[in-house]
């Protein structure tokens, strides 16, 4: 009699499930790597003279880590007339067992989730937990990494590029939360005419300072792809509001992007630059404390980075190679010796649709001037690893 029960509630839900329009996807990707990087924001005892740590050497590291696992789920609601419901939540997971602040720290949907509507003719809106307007400018970031078990003393994101938040030391440029998925956003998706196209985003803070509503971000992405030509350019700027106060008033930082290249069937190749303005940033607020400049709590931090990347696929082998670099900054019109550079190279190999081995090697190098205003006893952060990719 159960299995009676059983087989009827089955087929009482076959017509519901075939109405479901719903996909699961996501990889498991876990590798082995190694890293020397100098150990300075891990450091114990720190100084008015070095509010960043003491030097406390090097350290190399090994072990077994998670490259950035997911599962995904997503689907759609036709609702008649070119309208449809959209949806996706987007799960990432540490296949090594391990916990991080990041995707491992237990917060279901931790990255890009949503819901919205989309439209033939009008494009489409999402609302959610959401890839930012920068995020679409990144065409020369497209390497592996390990997501390692403990903050700085564990990543650096050696081999990303250095125009990424948190993609170089001092806790990186982009004071602004952008680069990734944002939380309490609404973004609006353009159709494609005759290959151009446009994004456009809104994150709230929901905080308020000196009675002034604080961090809210808006950003705008504008893109047009050639495909006769296989030739792309596009274009960023991600604006917060309110994110410092001095005399003078309110000030608001900013970045902005633009980037261009060329994707064919076979070869890849892209360049980008990027520009940050920003105000009381923690990377500015250190290079004014460390270099024993006029503290401003508003401390007015610009600065200048690019990237370019090349790959070409050849049968089942894909090798990829990326180099950034970024010039020195200026804090409140003072240049800061806080020059590096970083090159990454990866090679792919293909034993499915679905399998793929990885092996790569970067490096982060500081310019002395950086050396020295971070009181570190090395110039250069060094990553190596492999591992192996399955998508489902």
């Not at 924001?41 to 070095?50: E, P």
């Not at 170089?168 to 680069?179: A, E, R, T, V």
């Not at 607020?285 to 460390?290: A, K, L, Q």
């Not at 400049?293 to 090798?319: D, E, R």
Request: contains cysteine; hydrophobic residues 30%; proline residues 2%.
């Amino acid at each position: 009699m159960k299995k009676l029960v059983l087989a009827s509630a089955v087929a009482l839900a076959l017509p519901i499930m075939a109405h479901a329009d719903v996909t699961i996807s996501g990889n498991v990707n876990v590798g082995f790597d190694s890293l020397k990087y100098t150990n300075n924001s891990n450091a114990t005892t720190k100084s008015s003279s070095n509010p960043l740590g003491s030097n406390v050497g090097t350290t190399t590291t090994t072990g077994v880590d998670d490259f950035g696992s997911q599962i995904v789920f997503k689907g759609d609601e036709d609702l008649g007339n070119g309208l449809k419901t959209i949806w996706k939540v987007s799960n990432g997971f540490n296949a090594n067992g391990a916990a991080t602040p990041g995707s491992g720290s237990g917060v279901f949907a931790d990255r890009e989730t949503f819901v919205g509507l989309s439209s033939e003719t009008l494009g489409s809106i999402h609302m959610g937990k959401l890839n930012d307007t920068l995020v679409l400018t990144e065409s020369t970031d497209n390497l592996y990494g390990p997501r390692r078990d403990f903050g700085y003393g564990g990543g650096l994101n050696v081999n990303t590029p250095l125009y990424e938040e948190g993609g170089q030391p001092l806790g990186g440029f982009g004071g602004l939360n952008g680069d990734g998925r944002v939380k309490n956003s609404v973004r609006y998706d353009s159709p494609t005419w005759s290959g151009f196209s446009f994004n456009a985003d809104y994150n709230a803070s929901e905080s308020v300072s000196s009675n002034h509503m604080s961090g809210d971000q808006y950003g705008i992405h504008v893109n047009y792809n050639n495909a006769a030509t296989n030739l792309f350019v596009g274009g960023a700027y991600k604006i917060g509001l309110n994110t410092a106060q001095n005399s003078s008033g309110t000030k608001n930082s900013s970045t902005s992007r633009i980037e261009g290249g060329y994707n064919g069937e076979n070869l890849t190749c892209a360049v980008t630059f990027n520009h940050d303005s920003l105000y009381a940033d923690s990377t500015g607020t250190n290079f004014v404390s460390v270099a024993g400049l006029t503290a401003n709590t508003a401390a007015h931090l610009t600065g200048n980075s690019w990237g370019t990347y090349v790959a070409y696929q050849f049968g089942a082998w894909k090798p990829q190679f990326e180099y950034s670099s970024r010039p020195n900054s200026t804090v409140d019109g003072h240049t800061i010796a806080s020059s590096a550079h970083e090159a990454s190279f990866e090679l792919d190999y293909s034993l499915s649709k679905r399998t793929t081995v990885i092996a790569g090697y970067a490096e982060i190098v500081e310019s002395a001037g950086l050396q020295t205003l971070q009181g570190d006893s090395s110039s250069t952060n060094k990553l190596s690893y492999v591992a192996l990719l399955h998508s489902f």
